[in-house]
């Protein structure tokens, strides 16, 4: 398995400028889960997902758009981008989002993203 | 909401010796898990050690060890014979029975001096 990969490692972006990050999991892992985390910070909840079709807004939404199509595939798009979007992005899966068969959340090895 | 606070944003230990880190979090919830994430320099984010709230016995991953009070909503993390690799950033975290919304802390940056 090589359990959740997350592309690109790093990017840079102008102002306005439009992109989507990938994000993939091989192990039929239910929940999908996007963070951010800003220096000093800890992760902060963008959007999640409790399986195909799916989708709800975490703690910070405004400005990403998430949509999932697939089991495997979890993609967060940034629409316009801003230099407040300058941060690291995390991919997540686990097997199950219900708390009595809950394990443990996975995480990809993130996106470094800067917007100028 | 729940809010999950790490009050040490630093800390640091000799090799071979024992440190402990804070964690507080607030809830209504009575179930809920409790984790702690250990992020190196590498960014990879590697889970430690879970607690599940209805367990009262505290778990322990071989050197990782928690002080889980329920009562007082704390749960700290206790590394003995620190290893210079244990050196990372440290995230306490909390998933109630809204599995899909986790909390995390601020994190506790952890230094282990040879």
């Known amino acids: 398995n090589a359990g959740v990969t997350q592309t690109p490692k790093f990017q840079v972006l102008k102002t306005g400028q439009s992109m989507t990050l990938q994000c993939a999991q091989d192990?039929?892992?239910?929940?999908m889960s996007w963070y951010r985390q800003d220096p000093g910070m800890g992760l902060r909840l963008i959007h999640y997902s409790v399986g195909a079709g799916i989708t709800d807004q975490g703690e910070v939404p405004n400005g990403y758009n998430v949509s999932r199509s697939t089991t495997e595939d979890f993609p967060l798009r940034l629409l316009s981008a801003a230099p407040s979007q300058t941060s690291v992005y995390f991919c997540?899966?686990?097997?199950?989002?219900?708390?009595?068969?809950?394990?443990?959340?996975?995480f990809g090895p993130g996106t470094r993203l800067t917007v100028l | 909401a729940q809010t999950v606070t790490q009050s040490q944003p630093e800390m640091s230990v000799q090799e071979a010796e024992t440190v402990t880190l804070s964690c507080t979090y607030d809830?209504?919830?009575?179930?809920?898990?409790l984790f702690w994430y250990k992020q190196p320099p590498s960014r990879q984010m590697i889970l430690v050690i879970r607690?599940?709230?209805?367990?009262?016995q505290n778990a322990t991953e071989n050197r990782f060890s928690v002080n889980f009070q329920k009562a007082a909503k704390s749960f700290s993390l206790k590394i003995s014979d620190s290893q210079l690799g244990d050196t990372a950033m440290y995230f306490c975290a909390f998933i109630g029975t809204n599995a899909g919304k986790s909390t995390f802390g601020d994190g506790t940056t952890l230094t282990v001096k040879p």
């Open positions: 809830t209504s919830e009575s179930n809920y898990y």
């Open positions: 607690q599940e709230a209805y367990k009262q």
């Open positions: 192990m039929n892992h239910e929940y």
């Open positions: 997540a899966s686990s097997y199950s989002v219900a708390l009595s068969t809950y394990n443990e959340q996975f």
